[in-house]
């Protein structure tokens, strides 16, 4: 399952966006510095329009869409990686996620306490990745040391020094292992550090309800350093996330045209984390299921077909594939397979975004 981790200072609306994109999640959300104790961790459906038309089309019993885990972090402070607020034992918590979700503070509020005293986006994002880069700095300190005797009779551990020495001295520097150009047999092996800066990485500019349409300066602040990093951003309001979920689907939507936006917080970080990972869905259906399934772009059709079960990648024969559109278009695979757009593709196909499979395979 795609992993994200939620990340930021205190109190820049955190467990108030996690609370409302887990809606079922029990994350405390108040006005004060770490009042998220222990990593709170959650699951959300991904929200994708086709799955019920495909599910309609099959008159599948069941629907079963893709999924993505959110892991809410507590508040960093400045010093966090030496011990500072509650330590440096939460960063091992984003070890294992896929992608980082660093909340930004683009709001002005009185009554919710800064811990820096004022709103300041570009001075924010600085101590996180700051205390990130720390972290990793520590790790890569630590390994190094390890790998001096190995180093004498090892080539694979003078591999993997050169490489972790290169990506310290961006470090030193104030930069991110990320930017630090590895190769595929170097990244396998300081993959196990779990490198912070090493994981793509998505600001999300929290800001009031006025402001979620056109942003404000202190959105454009962010938006300037995402773009120096290659990163993503994605604009949201936590507070109108959390009274979303109060919400039906209609009442939703007329409540976000009101705002003069087109999609909730959910779908904007969901897209963003999918665009910035590669990430793609095709969908297999019928009477009994009508599922989506996550796959990274430029997969093979035997690849694809190893993300339901390795044993389907083993034994590709081949696969039926159609587009979404094209199927919805056609009102039935029976249809569809009689005006010839029902297509058999094999081992070298690539799969696309939104073809639907059937795979054929050997047990």
Not at 93 to 120: K, L, M, T, W
Not at 140 to 157: N, Y
Not at 183 to 194: D, N, R, S, V
């Amino acid at each position: 399952m795609l992993k994200a981790g939620i990340v930021g200072l205190p109190n820049v609306g955190k467990s108030t966006l996690f609370n409302a994109l887990v809606a079922n999640a029990q994350a405390q959300a108040a006005n004060f510095p770490f009042c998220t104790i222990e990593p709170n961790v959650g699951t959300v459906s991904v929200p994708d329009d086709r799955l019920q038309l495909l599910t309609d089309l099959s008159k599948s019993q069941n629907t079963v869409p893709t999924r993505m885990e959110f892991v809410d972090i507590a508040g960093l402070v400045k010093g966090a990686s030496q011990g500072e607020g509650l330590g440096n034992k939460f960063l091992s918590n984003i070890r294992e996620v896929d992608a980082i979700v660093h909340v930004v503070r683009c709001f002005e509020d009185d009554d919710v306490i800064h811990v820096s005293g004022s709103v300041g986006p570009a001075r924010d994002t600085e101590v996180v990745n700051l205390e990130l880069g720390l972290a990793d700095l520590s790790q890569i300190e630590k390994r190094r040391e390890r790998l001096k005797k190995q180093m004498r009779t090892s080539a694979e551990a003078q591999v993997e020094d050169a490489a972790l020495e290169r990506i310290q001295q961006v470090l030193e520097q104030g930069g991110a292992a990320r930017s630090v150009e590895i190769t595929a047999e170097e990244e396998g092996m300081i993959k196990p550090l779990g490198l912070l800066t090493a994981k793509p990485i998505i600001y999300a500019t929290n800001v009031s309800e006025d402001d979620l349409a056109d942003g404000n300066s202190y959105c454009s602040e962010v938006m300037a350093l995402a773009e120096q990093e290659g990163a993503e951003t994605v604009r949201i309001s936590a507070q109108v996330e959390a009274e979303l979920v109060e919400l039906g689907d209609e009442e939703r939507a007329a409540y976000l045209e009101g705002l003069g936006v087109n999609e909730g917080g959910l779908r904007s970080l969901i897209r963003a984390t999918y665009r910035l990972l590669g990430l793609r869905t095709y969908f297999t259906t019928g009477e009994k299921e009508t599922r989506a399934w996550t796959f990274k772009s430029g997969m093979t059709a035997p690849q694809t077909a190893g993300v339901i079960h390795t044993d389907f990648e083993r034994g590709f024969i081949r696969a039926q594939t159609i587009g979404c559109e094209k199927l919805l278009e056609a009102g039935s695979l029976l249809e569809a397979r009689s005006k010839g757009w029902l297509r058999s593709e094999g081992k070298d196909y690539v799969v696309a975004e939104g073809d639907v499979m059937e795979f054929l395979f050997n047990v």
